[in-house]
């Protein structure tokens, strides 16, 4: 079953705005990590910020994780084209994900 | 770093038909992962495996699906026979195993299509 439910499904934004896509997940976990997928490739790990961490940064990107309201937010400043994907995050125990259904960001020139 | 390998990219079968796909994790690393990913369902988690030892299947569908793992640099996933349903990308991703979260490496994907 996928546990984290990524919001909006999709996003459509212009080159230098920045995207915001949220997740919400139902049990307690370790970690949360998100991953890019581009079309037509497999998932490429972005971020993994884990359960006693509040806000992490990498490079365009800044997660933050809400323990509390089960939630994570993935911020992508001054977005590119290069950004157009989909987005996932996954939730999990030492080992095992699960994945939420993603969030297509389209980054129009 | 090569990265996961799968093969092949794309299959195309006729129903009824054995598929194998197959697939290289990143030397090292001693977990290996099976996905399925479709409009539907998303992605799904088929098997896992640990040190080439099958720890979590319950994610494979049905008796029609099999995975083995002889080494730590071979992986196969079977599907015999074949059905329309199973069109899907299969992803292979490796990891190393550790506590505090597992970044996992995916490979491209086998596009399936069983007619």
């Known amino acids: 079953s996928q546990q984290g439910e990524e919001d909006p499904q999709a996003l459509s934004i212009q080159e230098g705005e920045n995207a915001t896509m949220n997740c919400s997940y139902k049990?307690?976990?370790?970690?949360l990590q998100w991953y890019r997928q581009n079309s037509g490739r497999g998932l490429v790990h972005l971020i993994l910020?884990?359960?006693?961490?509040r806000e992490k940064h990498s490079g365009r990107l800044r997660v933050t994780l809400d323990t509390s309201k089960k939630s994570s937010s993935l911020l992508i400043t001054a977005s590119r084209a290069a950004d157009t994907a989909s987005y996932f995050c996954?939730?999990?125990?030492?080992?095992?994900?699960?994945f939420g259904a993603g969030t297509t960001v389209t980054v129009r020139a | 770093d090569a990265g996961v390998i799968q093969s092949p990219r794309h299959e195309v079968t006729e129903m009824g038909q054995e598929v194998t796909l197959r697939c290289k994790p990143i030397?090292?690393?001693?977990?290996l992962f099976w996905y399925r990913q479709t409009m539907m369902r998303g992605l799904e988690l088929l098997i896992y495996?640990?040190?080439?030892?099958?720890?979590?299947d319950s994610g494979m569908p049905e008796d029609r699906f099999s995975a083995k793992m002889p080494n730590a640099s071979f992986s196969t996933l079977k599907i015999q026979p074949s059905e329309p349903r199973d069109s899907a990308v299969y992803f292979c991703?490796?990891?190393?195993?550790?506590?505090?979260?597992?970044?996992?490496?995916f490979g491209p994907g086998t596009r399936l299509t069983v007619t």
């Open positions: 991703a490796s990891s190393l195993a550790r506590t505090g979260g597992n970044k996992q490496y």
């Open positions: 049990t307690s976990i370790n970690n």
């Open positions: 910020i884990r359960s006693n961490e």
């Open positions: 996954a939730t999990g125990s030492d080992y095992k994900l699960s």
């Open positions: 030397s090292g690393h001693n977990s």
């Open positions: 495996f640990n040190n080439n030892v099958p720890i979590d």
